[in-house]
């Protein structure tokens, strides 16, 4: 529509009916955005290859499913993150042809497997097993994005062997997600043992001083280890897409 | 310039030099924002008659000389803001013609009467004596920005017939910036007594429980009158900003 | 009855059955709030065209319906803020005749069209679906207190085209009302796009380091934009009142 | 049994079976607690006649009902405080002749007018409806305790005129307790009206920057006025107990 | 002034140059607050022969002689508190004959003992060393206003026999103000022993957690013993406010 | 495995297959984790004669029954910790033999009568009923993992007698537990009573200031007394963990 | 004199002088505490052969010579703690034989070699030369207790072999004291490694999201370790406190 | 040293002197981290080609210029950061050849110009120039480090077309550092304009509610803006380090 009346524009300056000046006047006075529009596109992600994703609270399962149907209905594939488990059966009942994924919440519409695009492994690291769920979600959304990925769970601080007995894994990756809880300490050990960007995120898993992930949020920001950076707590699906941006590089 | 280029691109088309499509296409990908640039202008405030505002702090007398320079030798007026005794000095120093208000912090260049063209009065309010410097900087740009400006202190609310003395100025005011710290009660009291916005400014002034300004901020946050919105701690400056954009209603 | 009692003194004053200085010493102690009453009145916001509000949380059905009830026997408009689906159906059942607004939570009880007193545009824009709530609080508050209202949704800063192919919209605002949660960036952006007050309203949506809101409240009040101002969070109606109230000047 | 103890030693030292500096060597080594339990008594409540009180959260109705027996079976008063409408009525079941106030949630077994004690008026005050359960909370207590008891509500800081209509009570009283939500402000406007001492209580009612009654606590610690002191969030049940106390000296 | 513009009024109408009803007009419009003036007078301090108090930091020497020699040339005693050694000296060198208290930084104009008026002892209890310049400032102040005062110094809850070997100066106390920092637990330990309201001041003194004395505070807020209630942190003053008021009572 | 591979390369070193600085280079590039992986063993707590622990938030019967059988089927002991009743008479259906302690919310699979291998007693304090869970968990724990454990309860420190009287029982602890919530000032007393390790945990137990336990926890931090250590809120399991190493030294 | 006067009540009863009755009566209402005095004696610490410890802020060289003086005229010895160079200077000038460690800010009087009674190794750990103040402290305080102490420095977890190296040493401590600033992880890490109590110090060393220790506290108290107990940011004292009760069990 | 033990055991095997399982058993004795110490190097940086990097706060001129001296008699480059005009000063006083760059408070010993090994552009934005310090150190760091940089500062949120006129330059960012302070916006107005990996730094610059950095941190975390992660608030080191580990993926 924009280039439609761009066109016309340019067709009448053409034509003689408009004076070069005044069409200068109202190309100066067009809505630049809608000039804009084409270029700061919304559809960013798609021409990138990566699914359209709906972030689920606070949306009703018939909400969801139609934002679904609209997807599929384009040909195109959809994500929706953090839906339990009512709520995906709900949608499924609705648009049938749904895989979901109940520890990370993940209810996926698209091929069951991603072509990999990502260079190299994404490796997504979890302390304890409460901690699982946001490493799930993680890894879960790394594989929809196109990354080869590798999770590896149960890697406290306070059990340090069985982290250094994955070193070989670890310095495999390209790129590495680190979720924990509580203190939030794995982030640092880990990123002492590479030298690859370690994204870490805080889980709200916890009790007493944990302050709802704040105390593993601080640690993962005061890290002693400096490649570390850090996503909002709980924000798996964050760190997934940082990861694949990086690994995508 | 960039009126320039869109000029030589259509006189283009009007020769025929240039297909229409292809003008499109030269159209759609010229940088939006050259073309926008005229419009999100950033002499916005300049065009409304208000002077551009520096902010000191973090700023030698040297560097404040310079912007203070450039505008005065293109005849435009121009407001330092939170500026310490010996840096007005020195500023003044190096540009004569300033004037220095050494209570709220103002260094100012431009004429010394400005004319008023707020339509009705700014009412300041200030507590304590303690929160003088902060009222005196609201005052004080609101008066450099064109208002009729009056300044009411020491009305606190543990001494309410200071404050209930002066109701007819409170009902006289147009809008109130109401600056208080400790327990920032004041602007809840003043704005039962009005029907006029009230632009509330929290003071880092105090000791213990007031934790910098918290408190006051809290208080005036969770204000039970209804027309009183906020801005930072100290923020005397932003307070005034606002006040003048509603008084020019 | 107050005016009985100095009309009565007055009358013996003029017959001379008190004297002067009695009746001076009698009015110096006569209780100055029963004289001051008919000033500070109760009614203000009644005088003033705006309905009465009542705030529905921690009130029953039936404690509603009653105000609601006192008020239209009156013949006088009530509004009823953050009222759930449920409590509405009581007092409906209750009290015929109220319109109900499930999003804003809104119970209204009131002529269905309220005439325009207010003299231009009150802008209410959100970033995010999540933010809409809040928002259609602070746009139904304000079309009920007689204001032209437009909402726009959905403009978050991480899609700036959005916001800026609705620059002409940002422009004919007298007031804007920015509603945000999770980092609260938005109101700096409009409040940068415009030279109108911007009412920032931080909402509790968010997970993590949000807070509770807490993160774009801080947000809101560092806002480099000098033009914003804030009211607490989720205070939909607060911004809503101060929007009115400036908008009337 | 203590006291037979020692009735026995000195028997013995007496009747010379005990050497004296051998019983000053059981005295001294005779554990003191015992010896000073008659002092440091449990039961120092119970000789100023004030009743037993029992904190009812999170004991079950059973456990409640229990100690009201044992203290019904002694003749003697006692005081649930924070009981809820469900477990009061099954305490009640369980031991008859209770007196329950559902607004200030207390639940009362003794006699229904407790003899007056306190030298002077103890006046509650409190800012919303919001803040009257814990405002009743306060009343009720202090009318148990044997204080003459006012309860002036809904005199909030934006509306002072109510406030100061009442002033002839406030100066009536001898001891006041202000209770309030959101900003706090109220014990400050209080205590600057009256020369009593006024103890402030801060309540968790309000929403946002409120943050649980965080906000009205550092509002009052940080008042204006001098002759305000402060207990914890909610706690009704400390005030009226500081407020019997000054008005029994 | 005010009592000549109403005897002017009252005149005129008892000369019948004033109808009753105009007279009545006039008078309800009469800013109440003139009229209020003498009853909410800032003298009540005076009255109740407290002596003027100036709050001395933000204040050059200069300001504070100033004060100090208005009430001095009324012949009224003035009491500065927070005053430094430096300040001090420069106050009294401006104005002679005051009284210079180093640790507790009070500076007293007025006769060296004042009369007691106070009804029974104030005792002041400090935990450590450290917190002595507070406890020093409430012992002070509370002596200048008329009490009788002991200070018990050097009582921690970590060493609990030098506080129990005080007990019976604990029963003389008609009010206790307890000052410590740190954990802030000595005023529910003192609570404990006594039956007379406990005036708890948290101090800033400490390091880490304390975090400015926020801990103290936290702990006198949630004391377990009923008869404690909190000022603001370092605030000796205040405390000595309320416990003297109390103490007249 | 690991062995197999080392001895296979120190036979082809043997018979001069390998040569030393081949296999000097192969060593030096063996992952050092499986070398180590003998000596950092997950199975220290086994070899310490301390049970397995299984934390029970966020796992269902169902996964706790599996840990447990996996361990009984090894003849081995577990402790589940933080199990409320429903879910503990759950596991106990799927693995019969278990003993429940609802107080401590502990579950139990083995010897009822633990011997005693901690060289001293365990005491723990409890100042409230409330903290009662929290105490009841600190001490079945330790009595699970073989100490000699006393239970104090009851004793505030606002009613001193009752801990004085305790003072024998005090003495004879080895190491102390001491719970508390509120203003958590009891490890402060009692660390002042004793000259043993006293190990502080903070419970969540309070309303209002206690903000989940961060009132105690602060308390406990700057406890001025120096044999107080802290836990996490609530942790009574760690606390017992560190009770129980320091016991066995 | 408490036995003196003891003694003659006790010579009274045993001459017939006080009957047995009233000799009850009086022993009961003698101050308990004088009676305790001899039991909660302050010379607890001496006798355990610890040195009197001055804690040195907010101290002049002159108060701290004063003590000093005053231990060493007994002939016991005595330990400054966080007394700066230039005071540790001045102090020294006045009490000639001090020996003053400039990086743990230790003043000690007494013997150069204090005799080993602790039992075994104090193992003091600490993470970044930035922390070494804090365990030069802790160790420093550690030895004049009389134990054997280790200092193991620059082991963060960053850089996990330089820990790994130090296995032996680790698994030689009886108690070790782990100090860590920013994210404070080592702890955990460390508390993994060994079987014996870990007393974790947080360190104020930082910046940004560090706040002054409260990362590093809160991370050691949410440790996933259950050997981790906590003491107050920089309390290098408080640590070695516990850790040589622990280490004369 | 380790080799030369390795050898040795290897030679005894291969002459027959050592059996192979005697050997197995040394092997698996043999302190792992030795072994390990050549993998889990401390040279890490140095193989990558990154010079080695002192953080300077808190060490003096001489100790800094000691590392210094090491490195360059190794003929390895350093760079010290945080360092001041006069420490700076002072160390190039004693070691010639640094170069110092103010702004970012950087010295540097190495090349004048590092060869670029990163394989794209490293775009540092900035929003005020008060900003600037951290931009420059995170600008200089990853010129150090081998990148390609630009800085575009200045392109504050409240003007966006600053920052849209250099949309150009964004899109050509392989990896974007964008260092805010205050309401820290910016992140999130980048990452929606580019598709590469945004790494956020919050600064401490702001007064009042930015409290240090805080509410930029909070805003930077709860970005609405997938893209984005966090470092340490003023940490322009650390996201120099990770964007330069991301552009050599």
């Known amino acids: 529509m924009d280039r439609d009346r761009l066109r016309a524009?340019?067709?009448r300056?053409?034509?003689?009916?408009?004076?070069?000046?005044?069409?200068?006047?109202?190309?100066?006075?067009?809505?630049?955005?809608?000039a804009g529009y084409a270029r700061v596109d919304t559809h960013r992600a798609l021409r990138?290859?990566?699914p359209e994703v709906v972030y689920g609270p606070g949306k009703s399962a018939e909400q969801i499913a139609e934002v679904v149907r609209v997807q599929r209905d384009a040909g195109l594939p959809?994500?929706?993150?953090?839906?339990g488990d009512d709520t995906a059966e709900q949608v499924r009942a609705r648009v049938p042809g749904g895989h979901y994924d109940p520890l990370g919440r993940l209810l996926w519409y698209g091929p069951e497997e991603v072509p990999i695009?990502?260079?190299?492994?994404?490796l997504v690291v979890s302390a304890g097993t409460s901690d699982l769920p946001v490493a799930a979600e993680a890894a879960g959304v790394a594989r929809r994005y196109g990354n080869r990925v590798e999770l590896l769970t149960d890697v406290g601080v306070a059990g340090l062997h069985r982290l250094l007995a994955s070193s070989a894994l670890l310095r495999e990756a390209r790129v590495l997600i680190v979720v924990a809880g509580m203190e939030g300490a794995l982030p640092s050990v880990v990123g002492g043992l590479v030298d690859k960007p370690v994204i870490a995120v805080p889980t709200s898993v916890g009790y007493g001083a944990s302050f709802g992930g704040l105390a593993a949020l601080l640690g993962m920001l005061t890290s002693c280890a400096s490649n570390v950076c850090v996503v909002n707590i709980d924000n798996g699906f964050g760190a997934a897409h940082v990861a694949t941006l990086i690994n995508r590089l």
């Open 9 to 11: 524009l340019l067709a």
């Open 13 to 34: 300056v053409r034509s003689g009916e408009v004076e070069v000046e005044a069409a200068l006047e109202q190309l100066a006075h067009l809505p630049f955005v809608e």
């Open 48 to 50: 990138q290859g990566l």
């Open 78 to 83: 959809v994500l929706v993150t953090r839906v």
């Open 117 to 122: 695009v990502g260079k190299g492994l994404v």
